[in-house]
Each structure stands twice: as structure tokens, then as C-alpha cells.
């Protein structure tokens, strides 16, 4: 198994992306913690899941809950040996002058400042015991935008310039951090997304990408699994682009 005795918290977990990546994890025999405002949701995935997982309920916009989460998890386990920052949102496809400013920050509060709190709270774990994965979700959205996602564009292109940032400074500590940019998938945000969720718009979106479909949970949680793995121990820094050929 790739993640055999590996700790690893998945923020986002209780569905979509992140739930493929903790149901990866967990089956590559990393102990998995999901960490999701959606208590429920999430307990659900870690039952699912089995032995290898818990659930934490937290809103990753609140430092205090982020910081409690990393707590829980090295409190149970004695260390954090992979963090996934996959929660993410959206605001629905529009005019980007029709967004209001409510919109914009929680956009940018899931998408970007999660990651400031997560980095708060989990490197000087990963620091302590000498090593550690970050891996952040990002999108082909911060590197070939779509029109009417104007500023889920810009928090993704953070996301992405943030995550090889990262993985500069973290690097002397033995901190890997890399990032996976999905192109538009299968999850609850699609129909924002797209503005509508209607066979013509999925065929619309489906036309830009030359494999010709949208991504996948498993897509992406098998990009996760590498970058988490030992067998990308010399790779950092790195936007990987799981989208079909769309950025080509």
C-alpha cells in the first residue's frame, strides 16, 4: 500500500473531490481525518470509509476550528504526515460585476484564506517530527479562466502561485507542497459552474476539453495519491493539470 502508516486530513471531505481523495487514502492505508462544516456528510464518508477514518466537523474559514482539527488529529495519532486543502466554493457563472461583495469574500475565505489558517496550524507540526505533504486543490480555472467566474478564477490562480510559493520556503524543512488543478468535474458545484446544469451546457463545457469529459473524483484523488506518495519524494512545487488537455 502507497500510504501505509501515513496520517492524513482531507478538508472538503464530506463529498465530491475530497471524499474520493479520503476513500483513496484510506484504501492505500493512510488513517484519514475529513475535516468539513458538513458534520454529518462527513461521518457519513468516514463510516463509509471504516477504521481508517474520523470526522471532524470545522468551518475551514475559522482558525480556530482549522487549528482544532490539526489538534485532534495529532492528539489521536502523534503526527500529520499529509494535508489536503481540497474545500473549496464558488460563486454561481455571471457578469462579475453582479457578484456581491458577500460572494466575493466567501469565495475567497474558502478558497485561499483556508489555506493561510491550515498552513498556520499544521507546519509547525510537520516541522516538529521533520517532514510533511501539503497538497492544495486548485483549478485549470486560475491558469485558462472561463468567462462569468471572474473571481473563483482569481482565487484559484492564488491557489496555484501560492502552492509553488510554498514549496520554496517550505523545502529546507523537508515540507513537500504541490498542487492538483482539476478541470470542471463531476461535484455539487458544477451547475454554478456552468451557470445551469442542463445536458446542453455539460456538452458545452465538454467541448473544451480534448478527452472529451469532465474530471472525476478518482481523477483527481489518484493525482492526490502520487503527490502524497514516497514515490514523489523528490517532486515539489508542481501545478498538476488534471483536465483532459483543457490548458493546452
Same mark, same amino acid.
Given at each position: 500500500?502507497?500510504?501505509?502508516? *501515513?496520517?492524513?486530513?482531507?478538508?472538503?471531505?464530506?463529498?465530491?473531490?475530497?471524499?474520493?481523495?479520503?476513500?483513496?487514502?484510506?484504501?492505500?492505508?493512510?488513517?484519514?481525518?475529513?475535516?468539513?462544516?458538513?458534520?454529518?456528510?462527513? *461521518?457519513?464518508?468516514?463510516?463509509?470509509?471504516?477504521?481508517?477514518?474520523?470526522?471532524?466537523?470545522?468551518?475551514?474559514?475559522?482558525? &480556530?476550528?482549522?487549528?482544532?482539527?490539526?489538534? #485532534? !488529529?495529532?492528539?489521536?495519532?502523534?503526527?500529520? @504526515?499529509?494535508?489536503?486543502?481540497?474545500?473549496? %466554493?464558488?460563486?454561481?457563472?455571471? =457578469?462579475?460585476?453582479?457578484?456581491?461583495?458577500?460572494?466575493? @469574500?466567501? !469565495?475567497?475565505?474558502?478558497?485561499? *484564506?483556508?489555506?493561510?489558517?491550515?498552513?498556520?496550524?499544521?507546519?509547525?507540526?510537520?516541522?516538529?517530527?521533520?517532514?510533511?505533504?501539503?497538497?492544495?486543490?486548485?483549478?485549470?480555472?486560475?491558469? &485558462? =479562466?472561463?468567462?462569468?467566474?471572474? %473571481?473563483?478564477?482569481?482565487?484559484?490562480?492564488?491557489? #496555484?502561485?501560492?502552492?509553488?510559493?510554498?514549496?520554496?520556503?517550505?523545502?529546507?524543512? *523537508?515540507?513537500?507542497? #504541490?498542487?492538483?488543478?482539476?478541470?470542471?468535474?463531476?461535484?455539487?458545484?458544477?451547475?454554478?459552474?456552468?451557470?445551469?446544469?442542463?445536458?446542453?451546457?455539460?456538452?458545452?463545457?465538454?467541448?473544451?476539453?480534448?478527452?472529451?469529459?469532465?474530471?472525476?473524483?478518482? @481523477?483527481?484523488?489518484?493525482?492526490?495519491?502520487?503527490?502524497?506518495? @514516497?514515490?514523489?519524494?523528490?517532486?515539489?512545487?508542481?501545478?498538476?493539470?488534471?483536465?483532459?488537455?483543457?490548458?493546452?
Amino acid at each position: 500500500m502507497r500510504l501505509a502508516g *501515513k496520517i492524513a486530513l482531507v478538508t472538503g471531505g464530506a463529498s465530491g473531490f475530497g471524499a474520493g481523495i479520503a476513500r483513496t487514502f484510506a484504501r492505500e492505508g493512510a488513517k484519514v481525518a475529513i475535516l468539513d462544516l458538513n458534520g454529518p456528510g462527513a *461521518k457519513e464518508v468516514a463510516s463509509s470509509i471504516g477504521a481508517n477514518a474520523r470526522a471532524i466537523q470545522g468551518d475551514v474559514t475559522a482558525a &480556530r476550528d482549522v487549528a482544532a482539527g490539526v489538534e #485532534n !488529529v495529532v492528539a489521536a495519532h502523534g503526527r500529520l @504526515d499529509i494535508v489536503v486543502n481540497n474545500a473549496g %466554493w464558488t460563486h454561481r457563472n455571471q =457578469p462579475m460585476l453582479n457578484v456581491s461583495e458577500a460572494e466575493f @469574500d466567501r !469565495v475567497f475565505a474558502v478558497n485561499v *484564506k483556508s489555506i493561510f489558517h491550515m498552513a498556520h496550524a499544521a507546519i509547525p507540526v510537520m516541522r516538529r517530527q521533520g517532514g510533511g505533504t501539503i497538497i492544495n486543490i486548485g483549478s485549470t480555472a486560475g491558469i &485558462r =479562466p472561463r468567462p462569468g467566474l471572474a %473571481w473563483y478564477n482569481a482565487t484559484k490562480g492564488a491557489v #496555484n502561485l501560492l502552492s509553488r510559493s510554498m514549496a520554496v520556503e517550505l523545502a529546507p524543512d *523537508k515540507i513537500r507542497v #504541490n498542487c492538483v488543478a482539476p478541470v470542471a468535474g463531476e461535484t455539487g458545484l458544477l451547475a454554478a459552474f456552468m451557470g445551469e446544469d442542463t445536458p446542453e451546457m455539460r456538452a458545452k463545457f465538454v467541448a473544451t476539453i480534448p478527452l472529451g469529459r469532465l474530471s472525476r473524483p478518482d @481523477d483527481v484523488a489518484n493525482a492526490c495519491l502520487y503527490l502524497a506518495s @514516497d514515490e514523489a519524494a523528490l517532486v515539489t512545487g508542481v501545478v498538476l493539470e488534471v483536465d483532459g488537455g483543457r490548458t493546452i
